[in-house]
């Protein structure tokens, strides 16, 4: 199970992200994950109450925002969300896209006390 | 108090795959990450393509596999450098696994190394190791909707092998339907249709290392 070792380096940037700003706790850490990378969010915050056991963030709130697949048409310039893995631009038909959303797993901030 | 944090969850991971190439690109390896279900096909492949390349590529394998299985074993009967890692209860291997392989390696006496993941169609495309290209294996046993299950991994391979079809007469797998699934998921991605044990298809994929093997060289002079 990979969410267990996702959780693991999700405690470890953010508890060193908020030690640099002297903070004693984190509340709370925002997390973008692309619906390619097929994160269970329920398995992710239970595996992370686990590891962020009596660290900094323990009882911390990890809230997953998912972000769908998206493109770009290198034909068109069109961009739009990519439905159901159909990987043509649904304006021109063309399959010259480029994926510009679906695959990021990042931190993107949080809250400390 | 908020904090703009904007960080990979798997820097640290990255950074040592970093590290990695830069030791390939060193000793010029052709280095691929081979992933797949259990059981799907991945040491039997680098057994026939060990015997294929005899003589003319040298060989060389890191296998990250649960206690039980003796792969390295398997590849070692080819004379090629083959390591075992033995990953326990770990569902991929990282960066770091692969690392602490590498010092038993001669990497400069190694043309094409091949890095056989642990069976698992989700965990090991997470991962990068330092490798040139994800290749992976899809058996006709497992289901021709796949590709649409774990999008992830068929997005990054840029290779597909189809193994095992001299039983695809004994399943309900449309052959079709796979090559259109993983077509949708990666238009871009090579898809070569392999049974290890009748030998079919084994020469496309001979054809396919030999060709990113040169490409690979063609890009080293230039660089
Ligand atoms: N019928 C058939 N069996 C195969 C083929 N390739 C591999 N196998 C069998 O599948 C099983 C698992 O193969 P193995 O190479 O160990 O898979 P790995 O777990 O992916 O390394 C073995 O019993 C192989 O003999 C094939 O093309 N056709
Ligand atoms: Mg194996
Ligand atoms: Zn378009």
Redesign the interface.
């Known amino acids: 199970m990979h969410e267990m070792g996702i959780a693991q380096n999700i405690l470890e940037i953010s508890v060193e992200a908020a030690r640099k700003e002297g903070a004693s706790k984190v509340i709370r850490i925002n997390l973008i994950a692309g619906e390619l990378r097929g994160i269970v969010p329920m398995q992710l915050t239970f595996c992370f109450g686990i590891v962020a056991k009596d660290t900094m963030a323990d009882g911390a709130y990890l809230d997953v925002e998912e972000v769908p697949v998206a493109g770009h048409c290198k034909n068109c310039n069109s961009d739009f969300s990519v439905e159901e893995y159909e990987y043509v631009c649904p304006k021109c038909g063309s399959p010259n896209i480029e994926l510009t959303g679906g695959t990021e797993l990042r931190i993107k901030d949080i809250e400390i006390e | 108090?908020?904090?703009?944090?904007?960080?990979?969850?798997?820097?640290?991971?990255d950074r040592i795959a970093e590290e990695n190439r830069q030791l390939f690109l060193k000793n010029r390896n052709l280095v691929l990450n081979l992933m797949s279900s259990p059981g799907a096909g991945k040491t039997s492949l680098l057994e026939k393509t060990a015997e294929k390349l005899a003589g003319k590529l040298r060989l060389g394998v890191v296998v990250g596999d649960l206690e039980t299985t003796r792969d390295a074993d398997r590849l070692s009967k080819f004379n090629i450098p083959a390591i075992q890692l033995t990953t326990g209860s770990a569902?991929?291997l990282?960066a770091n696994m692969v690392a602490s392989a590498l010092p038993h390696m001669q990497l400069d006496k190694i043309d094409i190394l091949v890095v056989e993941n642990v069976g698992n169609l989700?965990?090991p495309a997470?991962f990068i190791v330092g490798e040139d290209y994800k290749i992976m294996i899809l058996s006709v046993t497992e289901g021709d909707e796949k590709p649409?299950k774990?999008?992830?991994m068929f997005?990054e391979s840029a290779l597909m092998l189809i193994n095992k079809i001299d039983l695809v007469q004994y399943t309900n797998f449309n052959m079709g339907e796979a090559r259109a699934n993983a077509r949708?998921?990666?238009?871009n991605i090579d898809i070569i249709e392999i049974s290890c044990t009748k030998g079919t298809g084994l020469d496309e994929w001979i054809a396919w290392l030999v060709k990113h093997h040169q490409k690979k060289l063609g890009e080293l002079s230039h660089a």
């Open positions: 108090m908020k904090i703009n944090v904007m960080q990979d969850v798997l820097q640290a991971n569902c991929h990282d989700v965990c997470e649409l774990y999008p992830l997005h949708k998921i990666n238009p």
